[in-house]
């Protein structure tokens, strides 16, 4: 279901952007379209702001006037967008809906989007390569492709001992 989700830009009046990200929620309840249109953000950050001499944390939008949401283009998720009030339209040639790219939305949220495949399974053995613990054996407990990490349960110095590692540490073991 969310393998054709991708993030979109939707431009909004100054102002508007909090109330946009509602209505758009709002019809998604009402209309029960969770499996079209997945999320809606109004791109924020905190910012200490110093006046009379006394700071205070605020939350200011990152780009004013600006909306995004991770959705599936049809014609219902297309309408809904397009005609929710404060709406102007989607970024893009001819404001027709331009989704971004995986690199754009790992700068704009922080999280990597690419697909991680992994050639082992919970419960396979597995061995350590690249650490500390540099050849070691473990068995994987638990695979995390989010975070990009495993649970593994290593054997050592007779004690089973629970570790988190990157992916990428670990090889498998050819029985």
Known sequence: MSEGAKW???HTYSGYEDKVAQNIGKVVENRKLHDL??????????????????SKEIKRKTYPGYVLVKMIVTD????VVRNTRGCT?????AS?????????????????????????????????SGTAMDGFIGIVQNINLE???VDLLVSMFGRETPTTLPISQVVTVED
């Open 8 to 10: 979109y830009v939707i």
């Open 37 to 54: 249109i997945q999320e809606v953000r109004v791109p924020t950050e905190m910012v200490t702001e110093i006046t009379d001499g006394k």
């Open 76 to 79: 219902d998720s297309w309408y």
């Open 89 to 93: 339209g989607f970024v893009g040639p």
């Open 96 to 128: 027709e809906p331009t989704a971004l790219s995986d690199e754009e939305v790992q700068k704009l949220f922080g999280i990597d989007v690419s697909t991680v495949e992994v050639n082992f399974k919970v419960g396979d053995r597995v061995k350590i």
């Open 147 to 149: 975070d990009r990490t």
